[in-house]
């Protein structure tokens, strides 16, 4: 029996969206946002729903809210998680290169699933999508990683290229320790939830081009966040 449509409160939506503006645009730690009443008109909701998003991404630590002067984007925290950041540090070589094999191989398998894909694929990539959604909330990273895996192992087992398969099914041990430490900081976990979303509806839509532009951005952005959580560690002097 197929498990009821979830829906996704609108302040969540809100707080999607104007997550992703920071990010599409290029907002740089202390750009100032456009004002409440402007993202009430672009986004066709409430102040008081904007405020509540806002409030949000301010606990999250993306934004921050200066009283009479608006929202700003928030300079990024020291490191949240000592532990898992000293294990990305003394696995950085390796994880290097996982990531780089991934940007390789794992695009090509999102093209050829959109391809090859049935509806099963899509229906199960719907759900892990939105148990990795749910979960986020919770913050429980040990199954956080798991749904990323079966995410990506989904996806990789439709593209119907065995070779692809073995490369997988040989990264996915390994990957699997840094898909646990990298959970355990809060903004890498949010930081998967978009593009997760952008890939599972470039396959849904048919468009194996998309998919797979989506799949390497995501993989990009892995890498990019690797290098900030290490970067919290040992954080740049001021001159």
Not at 60 to 69: A, C, H, N, Y
Not at 121 to 143: C, I, N
Not at 203 to 216: F, H, N
Request: aromatic fraction near 6%; hydrophobic fraction near 40%; charged fraction near 30%.
């Amino acid at each position: 029996m197929m498990e009821p449509i979830k829906r996704i409160p609108l302040v969540a939506q809100v707080e999607e969206r104007i997550e992703t503006m920071i990010r599409d645009e290029g907002f740089r730690p202390g750009t100032k946002l456009p004002a409440e009443v402007t993202l009430c008109r672009e986004l066709n909701v409430s102040r008081g729903t904007i405020r509540e998003a806002l409030k949000s991404l301010q606990a999250r630590g993306i934004v921050e809210l200066q009283s009479g002067k608006g929202a700003f984007v928030a300079e990024p925290k020291a490191a949240e998680n000592p532990e898992a950041i000293h294990w990305l540090i003394e696995n950085e070589e390796d994880l290097r290169y996982f990531l780089e094999l991934r940007e390789a191989v794992e695009p090509l398998a999102a093209h050829l699933a959109t391809l090859r894909g049935d509806e099963r694929m899509r229906e199960t990539l719907r759900q892990l999508h939105q148990q990795f959604v749910d979960t986020a909330v919770s913050h429980d990273y040990m199954k956080l990683a798991e749904l990323d895996e079966r995410f990506h192992r989904t996806i990789s087992d439709a593209c119907g290229n065995p070779l692809i398969r073995e490369i997988m099914d040989t990264l996915n041990p390994g990957v699997f320790s840094f898909r646990q430490n990298t959970f355990k900081v809060n903004q890498n976990v949010y930081d998967t939830i978009g593009p997760h979303g952008k890939i599972l509806k470039a396959i849904l839509a048919g468009d194996p081009a998309k998919a797979e532009r989506e799949m390497k951005r995501h993989v990009h952005k892995i890498a990019e966040n690797l290098t900030l959580n290490i970067s919290t560690a040992n954080p740049p002097k001021s001159t």
